[in-house]
Nanobody, 124 residues
Framework: QVQLVESGGGLVQAGGSLRLSCAASGRTFGNYDIGWFRQAPGKEREFVAAIRWSGGSTYYADSMKGRFTTSRDNAQNTAYLQMSSLKPEDTAVYYC?????????????????WGQGTQVTVSS
């Protein structure tokens, strides 16, 4: 089991920045790839970004490229999602997830372990 706890969400004005953290406990954090997803009210869960267990590979949804950056510190058992140039349409609950199925890095079913989510609200 891997337990994940997100933090860092909040209310920010359009154009602003936030950094989300995903703190892990339980099994060896460094053995797991980390995915970031978000879900807005009435919408399906959407892929945001993913980072390989080693930190050597990262992928982003097209609408996040150039604005969001994911990183990780395996020594601190923590992953990060740095978000900048935020837009009102980025408003959602953001989740981190852990898995070992990299071929499905952009799919929720590729991650068996999920955090509880953190709310990000971007005002116009």
């Amino acid at each position: 089991q891997v337990q994940l706890v997100e933090s860092g969400g909040g209310l920010v004005q359009a154009g602003g920045s936030l950094r989300l953290s995903c703190a892990a406990s339980g099994r060896t954090f460094g053995n797991y790839d980390i995915g970031w997803f978000r879900q807005a009210p009435g919408k399906e869960r959407e892929f945001v970004a993913a980072i390989r267990w080693s930190g050597g590979s990262t992928y982003y949804a097209d609408s996040m490229k150039g604005r969001f950056t994911t990183s990780r510190d395996n020594a601190q058992n923590t992953a990060y999602l740095q978000m900048s140039s935020l837009k009102p349409e980025d408003t959602a609950v953001y989740y981190c997830a852990a898995g070992q199925r990299w071929s499905s890095y952009s799919r929720p079913y590729g991650y068996p372990y999920w955090g509880q989510g953190t709310q990000v609200t971007v005002s116009s």
